[in-house]
């Protein structure tokens, strides 16, 4: 989401964390004003709903960042996952019945949702024993299959890639090594044995742990994509800026492959592009962070300059990893 957008929001939260905005949204869920506290904002809006002692977060996009679709796509997406049986949170109704809300707002429309909590807690990759990165594969792979066929209104993944010779036409380096990446990925199959709906996300930041087995949340880049390219997002914090294992990460690493396999198939071609994909990501990555940077404001607040810095440090690495990995692959 753009910084401004976040910006503009942020503008309305009060020192108790609440937010005439989010008042708006979550009373279509039966909220009154005040109860929704804010959380983070980076590709949505979260609050947190206070529910009979548990969490339920709230979750908005504004219209003019996003339209309604993707969000209805990936709420019932979670909702038929969940009634299969996948480890994944549940979307909530609002009071008339709906998944999903627009929501007129004094920030304009907000697209909405409301999801469950995750039950258990998160783990940092520094925690991470060789079993749960077992279940973790495990988890992924199963959401792969259970999500087949469960398509309607998901984009197709890496639609950002165009957008480099554009953002960056002066960057010869950056440019053609997105270029031997895309033609590399033109070539690759498509058959249902690789090719489905992904998560998009399913990093360890995105799930909680229970007993330890995960439970995912955050959908909202769910798409259309390659298998393998959700494995090597997924497991980014466990590899190099070559986009292989990282020193002190292989078992990890070789225990999320094993757990996947157990459900289903992924064989030595496709664990070999991940690095591809790990490049391919980091420059879907770059143009949305650099879409979301946009050009600074004369005067901006402490904490969204900081926010800024981040975000241009982090989109330094996404282009050196890109013109890494492609030289490799020349």
Known sequence: MPLTEIDRLKRTVSEAWDSPVADQVAARWGYPAGTARWWRSSASHVFV???????????FVPGSYRGPKPLTAVAELMARLSDSGSAVVRPVAAECGALTMTVATALGAMHAMVV??????????????????????QALARLHCDAAGLDAGLPESFGELPEIGELFPDDTALVEATARLTAMMSDLPRCQDHWGV????????????????????????AALSWYAADI??????LTDHTGRPATGHWARFDAFLDGYRSVRPIDDEEVGRLPLFAGLHAAASLVRITRALGEPAQREPEWLSELRNDLTDMA????????????QAG
């Open 49 to 59: 709903l206070p529910d009979n002692g548990r969490r339920r977060y709230l979750r």
């Open 116 to 137: 469950e909590p995750a039950p258990g807690e998160e783990i940092d990759v520094s925690e991470l024993t060789a079993s749960q990165a077992w279940h973790w594969g």
């Open 198 to 221: 992904v998560h998009g996300d399913f990093e360890l930041d995105n799930m909680a742990w229970e007993d330890g087995r995960p439970t995912a949340y955050d959908f909202d880049e």
């Open 232 to 237: 090597a997002y997924a497991v980014r914090d």
């Open 316 to 327: 330094r690495t996404h282009r050196q990893l890109v013109i890494d990995i492609g030289r």
